[in-house]
């Protein structure tokens, strides 16, 4: 096992025992928006995983088969988060489907990069770039966790538009 291995699994565990102490205990006392607002403006800095496209944030050769899907996919996954955020703060009819769309596409988008990162051993060439998987990658998975307890959960009635 490798350290970024050992690195994103403890991290993720960190995330997940907070989420289980501090959120999931009240997740049937709020309303969807009041957890879903922050988790999509933390998915919104998505687009800094365009970082392993910058000479500087990662080492050279780090290859490209991994770069180019994990800095695109991110950069994806951060507009349908943008794209979400207003129909959630107004209730809109469209938030479920939109949260739904982003949480599916970013989901899919961490599980490539992170399988990518496997089988190109992208580690060793990530450079300073490195604190996004070994870091973020775990927030973002638990948050997109919480993200699908909340979509499977009957919402609020919505605003008209």
């Keep these: 096992m490798n350290i970024l291995t050992v690195n994103l699994l403890f991290s993720t565990l960190v995330f997940y025992i907070a989420v289980r102490l501090y959120l999931l205990p009240r997740l049937d006392d709020c309303e969807p928006r009041t957890i879903l607002l922050p988790i999509l403006l933390l998915h919104a800095l998505r687009h800094l995983g365009l ?33 979400a955020i207003p129909a959630v703060a107004s209730r809109a009819k469209s938030a ?23 089988i190109y051993d992208a580690a060793p060439l990530m450079g300073p770039a490195y604190w996004i998987p070994a870091f973020w990658v ?17 919402w609020p009635r919505t605003a008209s538009t």
């Design 96 to 118: 479920k489907p939109l949260v739904w769309l982003f949480n599916i596409v970013g989901s899919l988008d961490l599980i490539n990069a992170i399988a990518l990162a496997t």
């Design 138 to 154: 775990p927030a973002l998975l638990v948050t997109h966790y919480v993200t699908f307890l909340l979509l499977l959960r009957p």
């Design 51 to 83: 970082m392993f496209l910058a000479p500087g944030a990662v080492y050279a050769g780090l290859p490209r088969e991994f770069t180019a899907p994990a800095a695109f996919g991110d950069l994806l996954a951060a507009v349908l988060a943008l794209i």
